[in-house]
């Protein structure tokens, strides 16, 4: 547990800086098909998929894609900005933007620091604020948590809001398909006189 | 449309008529709705059905033969509108740029009834003809602009021309202060006595009453849109944003002007009333949590600074169960949940990595047991890595402990007294279950057309859609769209409740005495 080198240190944050993280990833993505969906890019050195330890069950997955340079890395993250990418399904589209050092989960010790902790007595001045500040961590957490079982509803939503539309629109198509195939719609052209060919 | 011969709307100076139609009056400033607006003003323009207002520099006043008043407004484009030429680049949350170019969405001319308010946006760029503002002025800016984008060339762009709009470039950069008389200071509520009594201080009452529209309006707003309800009472009515402009707001000109006569009208109050910022409302609420802390503490003794110090090389405890190879750490959880060694320890210093987790662990661990002779176990801990939904505030690592009682003492420990890393944060530790590690099977937001009717051959089954980039032409598109459109509001609201969980944590640093 000797803290790392500078060099180490300064060869990670190289390798932060050449990452992209990925996230709206469907569960059936594996690290093969994110590797094809991101070769177009550039080359794809390394993939590693960020644990979900503590978040909802429904967030989707997240990665960081480590590229072989940064201009790499910078490329896929503007362009999924502007052209959403989707990965093994549709419509939702994968987000992307540049990797943070706090992200990677194996990361080296900044090296030089120094960790100090220390137990506060209870009539020290700080105390009670320490405690108040317990307090607040506590209900901070709950809120979030709170923010992202309500966001994950609205993504329920949506994704219902679709996918009903989706089959409405199937249906349609399948309709017209339908009368198109068994003629009924050659015989309503002859019955009103149209002409069914298309004359754009 | 509010009839604003009620609202007091007068013409101020006078600045020349048309040539070729000597009807057409041009005015340098006018008198509107109880502010004052001069030429090269920037302001808000809400257009109906709108959720955001726009932004421009207003840059021809005047009023035409049949008596309708008009403005030429050159516009401000908000980083959202301009997302798509921005790259990855992330401008600052309240940066503008302004429009240049020849061509459409250059400029517009608009009533001038249309106008909602007066917005202060500093120039920041370091052109030489544009005098530098002060970090004050900086802060107390609605906006910044440095840049420009050209609306015909959709770049942006760095250097600003000679004329933009057929305005020279002088009135596009900050102006030197005490033009015409009118001191361009925006007075912060706390430094305002009563925005009220002077109509005249215009500046003073346009940003209050720019913000409490808004806190009003949102508070019905935020109720719904972030659905912070019971749970989160202290939240309500705080607007999400610092500066109250981002928030998206029903639109329509004449309620709000309705609104803001309604409050202009009543009595001056001595207090700042209603037109707390959001963040002095914050504070306010706050400061009524935090008082009872005050009263406790008592007066300074001297603090023998008994931190424990890592230092390189940090020493290694000899535990004869180092020589073992450990299963990676997720298996392990599992087991340690269920025999309860597994300790969630929250508040930590985000960019903390495990092994510094490890470090403090022990700490706790030695300090409960200075009555079983010092005994130094070794824990291991896990850093959770920060993402895209986590606080960026404090950190969160698994531990595990060794048994079962050592983790129940250490949360207990952490319960009752403080553990504090060096910038006086406390740790909190809690028994939490991590997630079990199976493949969830549906992924929001992907759909399938079953189509029973086609047959399911062997090669449409092993076909696997890997990557696809859609054309905007499909409806695909459309959908991707609107998920977008979702991850972006969901991120704004997270956010804001990052932001807002700051501002109360900074007000909790604030309260630490020094060391």
């Not at chain 2, 035409?64 to 301009?82: A, D, M, Q, S, Y």
């Not at chain 2, 000109?253 to 309604?262: I, L, M, V």
Request: charged share 30%.
């Amino acid at each position: 547990m000797a803290s790392t080198t500078e060099t180490e240190y300064a060869a990670f944050l190289e390798k932060v800086k050449r990452t992209v993280y990925v996230d709206n990833l469907s569960p059936q993505v594996t690290e093969p098909v994110l590797r094809t969906a991101l070769d177009q890019f550039g080359m794809v050195k390394n993939i590693q998929f960020i644990t979900n330890y503590i978040e909802p069950e429904h967030i989707p997955k997240r990665a960081l894609v480590e590229m072989e340079d940064e201009e790499q890395a910078k490329a896929i993250v503007k362009l999924i900005a502007t052209c959403p990418l989707m990965i093994v399904g549709m419509p939702r589209p994968v987000r992307a933007c540049a990797a943070k050092v706090e992200m990677f989960e194996d990361r080296p010790a900044k090296p030089g620091r120094k960790i100090e902790v220390r137990w506060l007595d209870a009539d020290d001045p700080n105390f009670e604020v320490a405690q108040k500040w317990k307090k607040i961590d506590k209900r901070h957490a709950a809120e979030a948590r709170f923010l992202l079982k309500q966001q994950k509803a609205e993504e329920e939503k949506l994704a219902k809001q679709q996918a009903d539309n989706l089959k409405a629109n199937f249906a349609k198509y399948e309709m017209i398909d339908a009368i198109m195939a068994d003629g009924t719609a050659a015989r309503l052209a002859e019955y009103y006189g149209l002409n069914l060919r298309d004359e754009a | 449309m509010v009839d604003t011969s009620d609202m007091g709307f007068k013409w101020g100076k006078k600045r020349g008529v048309g040539v070729k139609n000597r009807e057409i009056k041009y005015y340098e400033s006018f008198h509107f709705d109880g502010v004052e607006y001069n030429l090269y003003d920037d302001v808000y323009l809400y257009k109906e059905g709108e959720p955001e207002p726009y932004i421009g520099k207003l840059v021809r006043i005047w009023e035409t033969p049949n008596k309708t008043r008009r403005v030429k407004v050159l516009w401000f484009f908000r980083p959202c509108e301009i997302v798509k030429y921005l790259g990855t680049e992330q401008p600052l949350e309240n940066e503008l740029f302004l429009a240049s170019g020849e061509g459409v969405g250059l400029a517009n001319d608009n009533p001038l009834e249309a106008i909602a308010g007066k917005c202060h946006i500093i120039c920041t760029s370091k052109d030489a003809r544009n005098p530098q503002p002060s970090p004050e002025e900086l802060q107390k800016a609605d906006f910044v602009f440095s840049r420009t984008f050209d609306v015909v060339e959709y770049k942006i762009m760095d250097k600003i021309d000679e004329k933009i709009a057929g305005t020279e470039v002088k009135n596009i950069f900050n102006r030197s202060p005490n033009r015409n008389g009118v001191e361009k200071v925006i007075c912060p509520d706390k430094e305002d006595e009563d925005p009220h009594n002077n109509a005249l201080l215009s500046e003073a009452i346009v940003k209050p009453s720019d913000d409490h529209n808004r806190p009003l309006k949102k508070r019905k707003l935020d109720a719904s849109e972030i659905f912070l309800g019971n749970e989160l009472k202290n939240d309500e009515g705080k607007s999400t944003d610092a500066v109250g402009h981002q928030t998206p707001l029903q639109s329509g000109s004449a309620s709000e002007n309705k609104f803001r006569n309604k409050n202009l009208n009543e009595s001056p109050r001595g207090k700042r009333g209603p037109f707390l910022k959001p963040e002095e409302k914050l504070m306010e609420l706050s400061r009524g949590k935090l008082d009872e802390v005050s009263y406790h503490q008592s007066p300074q003794k001297d603090d023998k600074n008994n931190y424990e110090a890592l230092q390189a090389p940090l020493p290694i405890d000899v535990d004869k169960n180092t020589w073992f190879k450990e299963p990676p750490f997720e298996e392990r959880m599992q087991t340690a949940c269920e025999q309860g060694t597994l300790v969630l320890l929250q508040n930590l210093d985000p960019t903390y990595v495990s092994t510094e987790v490890e470090f403090v662990t022990t700490i706790v661990y030695n300090l409960q047991d200075i009555i079983q002779q010092g005994l130094k176990e070794k824990c291991s801990a896990k850093m959770l890595p920060q993402t895209t939904t986590s606080s960026p505030h404090s950190g969160q690592a698994f531990v595990i402990f060794k048994t079962k009682e050592a983790a129940k003492t250490a949360i207990k420990k952490l319960e009752t007294g403080c553990l504090v890393l060096p910038d006086g944060r406390p740790l909190v530790g809690c028994v939490e279950t991590p997630c079990s590690p199976g493949k969830q099977s549906t992924f929001i937001g992907h759909l399938v057309i079953s189509n029973p009717k086609q047959p399911q051959t062997r090669g449409t089954k092993e076909a696997v859609s890997t990557s696809h980039c859609s054309q905007p032409n499909t409806i695909v598109y459309d959908m991707a769209m609107e998920w977008c459109l979702l991850q972006q509001k969901s991120d704004f609201v997270l956010d804001k409740l990052y932001k807002l969980q700051g501002v109360e944590l900074k007000k909790v640093r604030a309260l630490l005495k020094s060391k």
